[in-house]
């Protein structure tokens, strides 16, 4: 399979240094990436770093190996062009379609989508020429990433930071899986609640009955939802996992915990997935102290007593007018079959399905699944990362919300 092919332009600011780690994520990953920096840019990051990172020679400049005409060549051949850092003088000579460098040659002669990810002090970033120069970048179909706030160049903060390389490098591999919309926050206006992780039924304060749920399926979907404009509620459930930024996190231990902060947030939600690994069954009773071994004598056999099944609970009860409610069926065996039956018994309007056991979907980075959908649609979604899998969710959501003609956002 061909590589996707990436030009990372990178710009003469102090978060060059940042773009190594992009780069880096980029070659992991499987993308062939050709580095063109400015002539500022080499000034903090060196050429020797830029081509040993990416296995090409770098160059600035025009004027170098011409016979392989590369002021047009790397335009055309990429699948993706990111800017990062972009400076405030790369914006002003990109809006005005300046071509004094190979990286300006690059983006006027690129047919592939186009990211900026500004970088700069705060008053350079707010200027009216910047604000201008951006707002025609966006008009003509670039994606500039707003900056982030925090510690600038010196001892000031403030907004014009470099977002970090994994944001950065999530909205490329968004745009490069999903085309030029990937970028559009279709779930803007939109409040969504995921559950995720594995919940815990205690026996006694120090053992109880769980599964091997990481989070990291439910985490995607929150972040990938955040990243299309949702407001998010997360309900972890005994997950390791850092809060993904913007997102109102619960965290709950029982199945019982878990339906309370779930029911709780649907009340006003447009979308509730269900992520998380919740137990079917808990202990009938918790003992006070530590359950004792006794010699000669054999364990209690642990009495079980059902929990109540939240996504079908959640189903039936609808709390606003045309919510999407989701879930996902772990399954070992007859997967398809096992996970239709299961999409009729809860009464859901999609369930994503995955087949489950060693190194399968529990605490892997990767995962893939069917989308079942009440209507009979089924679609497949091949290995790979975990946000992959939660943007297919995301869009399957999206358009079951827009074919309701529910426009308008259960908050507003
Ligand atoms: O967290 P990771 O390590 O990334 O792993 C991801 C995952 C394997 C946990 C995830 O992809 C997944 O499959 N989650 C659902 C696990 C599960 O509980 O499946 P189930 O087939 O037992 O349940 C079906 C659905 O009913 C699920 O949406 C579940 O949340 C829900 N359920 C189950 C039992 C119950 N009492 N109440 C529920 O709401």
Avoid at 290 to 316: F, H, M, Q, T, Y
């Amino acid at each position: 399979m061909n590589k996707p092919r990436v030009v990372l332009g990178v710009c003469g600011g102090i978060a060059a240094y940042k773009a190594c780690e992009l780069l880096r994520r980029f070659t992991e990953s499987g993308h062939d990436v050709q580095v063109v920096p400015t002539a500022s840019a080499l000034r903090f990051v060196g050429e020797p770093t830029w081509a040993a990172l990416s296995g090409h020679r770098v160059s600035s400049e025009v004027w170098e190996s011409v016979h392989e005409v590369p002021h047009v060549r790397i335009g055309q051949a990429a699948d993706l062009v990111v800017v990062a850092p972009a400076t405030a003088d790369l914006l002003a000579r990109a809006a005005h379609g300046l071509a004094d460098d190979l990286l300006t040659n690059t983006l006027l002669t690129a047919r592939c989508p186009v990211i900026f990810a500004p970088a700069m002090h705060t008053e350079m970033w707010e200027h009216p020429a910047t604000r201008e120069n951006v707002a025609t970048l966006r008009r003509r179909g670039a994606f500039v990433i707003e900056p982030a706030v925090g510690r600038l160049t010196g001892a000031d903060t403030g907004r014009g930071r470099l977002p970090e390389p994994g944001a950065v490098f999530d909205a490329c591999r968004r745009v490069l899986a999903r085309g030029p919309r990937a970028l559009e926050p279709d779930l803007a206006g939109r409040h969504v609640v995921i559950s995720a992780g594995g919940t815990r039924e205690p026996l006694d304060p120090v053992r109880y009955l769980g599964n091997r749920s990481s989070g990291k399926q439910g985490y995607a979907l929150a972040r990938t939802a955040l990243a299309r404009g949702a407001g998010v509620t997360l309900v972890a459930a005994n997950t390791e996992l850092p809060d993904p930024a913007g997102a109102e996190v619960v965290r709950v231990g029982t199945a019982e915990e878990l339906r309370e902060a779930v029911v709780k947030a649907a009340a006003g939600a447009d979308a509730v997935v269900m992520a998380a690994a919740v137990a079917d069954f808990r202990p009938a009773g918790r003992a006070q102290g530590k359950i004792k071994k006794r010699e000669g004598v054999d364990p209690e056999a642990v009495a079980l007593v059902r929990n109540p099944d939240i996504l079908a609970e959640l189903s039936v009860r609808r709390a606003t007018p045309g919510q999407v409610v989701a879930g996902f069926a772990a399954e070992t065996d007859d997967v398809l079959a096992n996970g239709r039956a299961k999409l009729v018994r809860k009464g859901c309007d999609l369930l994503v399905v995955n087949e489950v056991g060693d190194g399968l979907a529990f605490g892997t980075d990767g995962n893939e699944a069917v989308i079942l959908e009440a209507g009979g649609a089924e679609t497949r979604v091949p290995y790979g990362p975990k946000e992959e899998l939660a943007d297919r969710v995301w869009d399957t959501i999206v358009r079951t919300l827009e074919s309701r003609g529910d426009q308008q956002p259960a908050g507003g």
